[in-house]
């Protein structure tokens, strides 16, 4: 029983939109090119995130963390920023 509770958790967890996105910065030239690769959750207690990362960059860059813009927040997977 109490696996099922903590599976619950963690399913209303996931279901919660996230605090942050995380983006792959590539530089070429004075071109940057933004890729988002995942996701990042407040806890709980306000002390730190969870970051779930749906890809991990191999090139080199940088990852940044962004709140989501408005069309983020509406459901579109869009790019920001």
């Given at each position: 029983m109490a696996r099922n509770r903590k599976e619950n958790q963690q399913?209303?967890?996931?279901?919660q939109p996230p605090a942050l996105f995380a983006y792959h910065v590539a530089e070429r030239g004075?071109?940057?090119?933004?890729?988002?690769?995942?996701?990042?959750?407040?806890?709980?207690?306000?002390?730190?995130?969870t970051i779930q990362?749906?890809?991990?960059?191999?090139?080199?860059g940088r990852i940044i963390l962004r709140e989501p813009n408005d069309d983020e927040q509406a459901g579109d997977n869009g790019a920001g920023a």
């Amino acid at each position: 029983m109490a696996r099922n509770r903590k599976e619950n958790q963690q399913q209303t967890k996931i279901t919660q939109p996230p605090a942050l996105f995380a983006y792959h910065v590539a530089e070429r030239g004075e071109k940057k090119f933004w890729t988002r690769i995942g996701a990042a959750w407040d806890h709980e207690d306000g002390k730190g995130l969870t970051i779930q990362l749906d890809l991990l960059p191999a090139t080199g860059g940088r990852i940044i963390l962004r709140e989501p813009n408005d069309d983020e927040q509406a459901g579109d997977n869009g790019a920001g920023a």
